[in-house]
């Protein structure tokens, strides 16, 4: 799984992130029990039973229990430990972790990006920097490879795309395996209880679990970390236990040649029940996915001090106990308990269960909401539950989903013995995603030689490949559910992606000459109307078809138009001093401008801040320096100037005074905020403070006059109200993606206007058709 979930305390973690405090360290480490660890923390509820589920039986000597710990410790050794802890956390992204993140180191240092409206000036970002190290002949020919054969690039998006709808089905099979694995252990001590009653209680949990998700996780987060920490200290406790009464020569099965005595004992069945042994290290991507909340000492803290060995306890006392019970192999955790503290333990793990499950939901909706931002998935309302901690969202229509499908699948297949056969397949294959991402960092971002990736690959890879080969085996035993959810979910991206990308090939290819349009202005009785009009496009150059469209059916527009494109870039953060890009169109008297707002991969577009008045900042910080740098267009005597004292308010706050004088109170942290201004004539970008070089009071110009008047008199938003058809001369299949799956998707997602924010007083729309 890939779980990006929100922190508990986002704003101690994101504090001391950088902080080598031993205190801080501890606390984040702690803290990130209850966000990173619930999910693999809960494995062992199912791994035995899962494992011993099919024809492998247990023989008097013991040597398949012995095996399978032994398949246990070491996957649970290397895969976690060894490449995760030593080697993935290192290869981080600004601090953040994950799929994105290394699909994003990549695109950076290789040039992969396929994404749309790509400028020089997203180098500049202070998150666009580079790794340090001299260029390899290996990483410079796998980076001219990616150039020259754009179907590689498009296949690489498409195996982050697969890691992705493959956590999105552990988002829908974790809560569904770990409630009905908790639950049914009430028929250790209640034998008479009927199935249904356990499914009707696995059903009931799940459906209060997602009903409590509009609320956020915040509210009960704090318990979050208290009840893992319980979790892992009463399954450990438990676990020395059982060694201590039952066997005590499990530890012997710590020898890697019990594995090899197990698969030459057990034959093809030793290999298919791989795909259960799987199961104990669900939940190892969260430790590098959820990298940007805590840091890489407190995961590895939390990790090798408690969550390790505590583990590793408890799958040692179930095989302890299991070497002395073999008839109790389908009930082994629950069997295990000790009679006096059963209860007690069954709660802990219902919760545990519980908790383990809100990471994986939280993780999904945080994956959805970067497809969204890298236009792979068709937009969806995206609610901020918290006001304080940065990242907690929801999506109300994938929540809904995700219930429907857990109860369905909780409801129609029961067995957690099939559920665990699909749930392997899913984790095993993001696993084997990040491997061979990381095998290319190492090349590409790292610039080490390919025999160091070749290595990472062939033993990370050759472990993983022999689970995913045992999972495949069981395709026709649950192993179906999430290569059908992976397929569905692959296809809306594929489809949504290529209809985005095809969308913005026409609006190239369709582009509008200003000069040509403004030449006919006096036959069309083309006017100017007082106010300032944002029409959003998708393009960062040129001037897109739906404001010739506009302008012909309707000759006349503002007196300031600015043409804005809301883009994501491949960073996981874009500074808010970085965040807009203003630049002029035409000559002067046009009183035409261009804003470009960046978002990375990773922040989120509907932010509570007063954008109109912003943009009327940049655009008039922009004319400023233009008078700065090239000269005042009035003398400092003529009576249209303004000055504003450096020392009192700044330009944001006295223009705010003038257009709005009875809202001054609502201006605060953005008066000071600065603007990167990018003039292309100079081909570069500076920050400007808002005074000159001496010192002296700023001057307003004539120019920024009519723009505070223009502001005045009020913004309209105009937007292109879009619809796409495949052309004549397409193929039946594209017909059917365009003209059927994306026109859905385009009509009954979330319009451009309510993902905007845009005042529906103010929202004036253009239909337009694209013929792609």
Not at 149 to 168: A, D, E, Q, S, Y
Not at 187 to 212: D, Q
Request: glycine content about 8%.
């Amino acid at each position: 799984m890939d779980p990006e979930t929100p922190v508990i305390d986002g704003g101690l973690a994101l504090q001391n992130r950088k902080g080598t405090s031993c205190k801080a360290i501890l606390m984040l480490a702690y803290q990130s029990l209850g966000v990173v660890y619930g999910d693999l923390s809960t494995s062992p509820l199912y791994v035995y039973k899962s494992t011993f589920s099919g024809k492998l039986s247990l023989r008097e000597d013991d040597e398949e229990i012995l095996g399978v710990l032994s398949f246990i410790f070491w996957t649970f050794t290397l895969i976690p430990l060894f490449k995760y802890i030593f080697i993935v956390l290192s290869a981080d992204d600004n601090g953040e972790g994950g799929t994105f993140a290394l699909y994003s180191l990549l695109c950076r240092h290789a040039r992969l990006c396929i994404l749309p409206n790509k400028q020089a000036a997203d180098e500049k970002l202070s998150a666009y920097k580079m790794q340090d190290g001299v260029e390899t002949w290996e990483s410079s020919m796998l980076k001219s490879f990616f150039e020259k054969h754009p179907r590689f690039r498009l296949g690489l998006l498409m195996i982050v795309l697969l890691g992705t709808c493959m956590v999105i089905g552990d988002g829908i099979l974790t809560p569904t395996i770990s409630v009905l694995s908790a639950v049914s252990g009430v028929k250790v001590k209640i034998t008479e209880l009927h199935e249904n009653y356990i499914v009707a209680i696995s059903c009931l949990i799940l459906v209060g679990l997602f009903s409590l998700q509009h609320h956020g996780t915040h509210r009960v987060a704090f318990m979050f970390a208290p009840i893992v920490t319980a979790w892992l200290l009463c399954i450990s406790g438990i676990g020395i236990y059982n060694i201590f009464r039952w066997n005590t020569s499990v530890f012997h099965a710590l020898s890697p040649s019990y594995m090899f005595k197990f698969l030459k004992a057990t034959g093809k069945e030793g290999w298919v029940s791989l795909g259960g042994v799987i199961l104990c290290i669900t939940g190892a991507e969260a430790m590098f996915a959820n990298l940007g909340h805590f840091s890489q000492l407190s995961i590895k803290v939390a990790f090798t001090l408690l969550v390790y060995p505590c583990l590793i306890l408890a799958y040692m006392g179930e095989a302890a106990y299991l070497s002395k019970h073999h008839e109790d192999i389908q009930r082994s955790f629950y069997k295990a308990i000790p009679e006096a503290v059963f209860w007690p333990v069954f709660i802990v793990a219902t919760l545990a269960a519980v908790v383990g499950s809100q990471a994986v939901i939280s993780a999904t909706f945080s994956m959805i909401s970067q497809c969204c931002a890298l236009s792979c998935f068709p937009r969806v309302k995206i609610v901020h539950t918290s006001s304080e901690i940065y990242g907690q969202i929801y999506i109300p229509e994938i929540n809904w989903i995700l219930m429907c499908l857990c109860l369905a699948i909780t409801v129609g297949i029961r067995d957690t013995n099939t559920i665990g056969h699909a749930y392997g397949l899913a984790v095993v294959t993001v696993m084997f995603v990040t491997t061979c991402l990381m095998s290319l960092v190492i090349v590409v971002v790292w610039k080490q030689k390919v025999i160091v990736a070749l290595l990472f690959l062939s033993f990370f890879g050759f472990i993983e490949l022999l689970y995913l080969s045992a999972s495949l085996i069981k395709v026709h035993e649950g192993g179906w559910i999430p290569l059908s959810l992976s397929l569905i979910f692959m296809g809306i991206m594929y489809v949504w992606h290529y209809g985005t990308i095809k969308k913005h090939e026409f609006d190239l290819e369709n582009k509008v000459s200003m000069k040509r349009l403004l030449s006919l202005g006096p036959s069309l009785g083309m006017v100017r109307v007082p106010g300032i009009g944002l029409l959003y496009t998708d393009l960062v150059t040129g001037v897109p078809a739906v404001f010739g469209h506009f302008v012909t059916n309707l000759p006349a527009f503002h007196q300031v138009l600015v043409f804005v494109c809301i883009k994501s870039v491949h960073v996981p953060h874009v500074l808010e001093k970085e965040r807009f890009l203003v630049s002029r169109i035409g000559p002067k008297e046009f009183q035409m401008f261009r804003c470009t707002v960046r978002y990375g991969y990773k922040d989120l577009q509907q932010e509570n801040y007063d954008f109109e008045n912003r943009l009327v900042s940049a655009i008039f910080k922009l004319v400023q320096m233009e008078e700065r740098e090239l000269g005042p267009i009035l003398k400092p005597e003529t009576s249209s100037q303004m000055r504003i004292s450096p020392g009192s308010d700044s330009l944001n706050m006295h223009m705010q005074r003038l257009t709005h004088p009875n809202q001054e109170e609502n201006m605060q942290s953005s008066c000071s905020m600065d603007i990167q201004v990018m003039m292309p004539e100079m081909g570069n970008s500076e920050i400007w403070d808002g005074l000159d070089e001496l010192g002296k009071e700023p001057v307003i110009g004539q120019e920024c006059l009519e723009i505070m008047k223009a502001r005045e008199a009020g913004v309209a938003y105009i937007l292109g109200h879009s619809y796409a058809k495949a052309k004549k001369s397409s193929s039946l299949l594209k017909k059917l993606a365009i003209d059927v799956v994306y026109a859905f998707f385009s009509k009954n997602c979330r319009g451009p206007d309510v993902a905007l924010n845009v005042p529906h007083v103010s929202l004036l729309e253009v239909g337009m058709i694209y013929y792609v």
